[in-house]
């Protein structure tokens, strides 16, 4: 099992910034892709961006490709989303997602139900 705790929420104005991480504890996050996800009210989970197991290759959603970046610390057993350039619809609950596991790309990672395992979520709130 793993357990996955999120952070770094807030409220930022736009144009601000945020970090989010990821802790894991129950088992080392170094053989698992991770992947953040965001729900806003009234709306369904979607995709934000995910990145393989050893970090070399990652994946982002449209809508933030060029303002969010994904990264992971291995020895941390911590996985982080820089989020910059925030808007107010960026407002939303992110959860993160773990599976231990390989996907060749989009198609397997932006899917909620690829994903085995979920943080509680931060709520990230961006004011205009």
């Known amino acids: 099992q793993v357990q996955l705790s999120n952070s770094g929420g807030g409220l930022v104005q736009a144009g601000g910034s945020l970090r989010l991480s990821c802790a894991a504890s129950?088992?080392?996050?170094?053989?698992?892709?991770m992947g953040w996800f965001r729900q806003a009210p009234g709306k369904e989970r979607e995709f934000v961006a995910a990145?393989?197991?050893?970090?070399?290759?990652?994946y982002y959603a449209d809508s933030v490709k060029g303002r969010f970046t994904i990264s992971r610390d291995n020895a941390k057993n911590t996985v982080y989303l820089q989020m910059n350039s925030l808007k107010p619809e960026d407002t939303a609950v992110y959860h993160c997602?773990?599976?231990?596991?390989?996907?060749?790309?989009?198609?397997?990672?932006?899917?909620?139900?690829?994903?085995?395992?979920w943080g509680q979520g931060t709520q990230v709130t961006v004011s205009s």
């Open positions: 997602a773990a599976r231990r596991d390989y996907c060749s790309g989009y198609g397997c990672y932006d899917e909620t139900s690829w994903y085995d395992y």
């Open positions: 129950g088992r080392t996050l170094s053989s698992y892709a």
């Open positions: 990145i393989n197991w050893s970090g070399g290759s990652t």
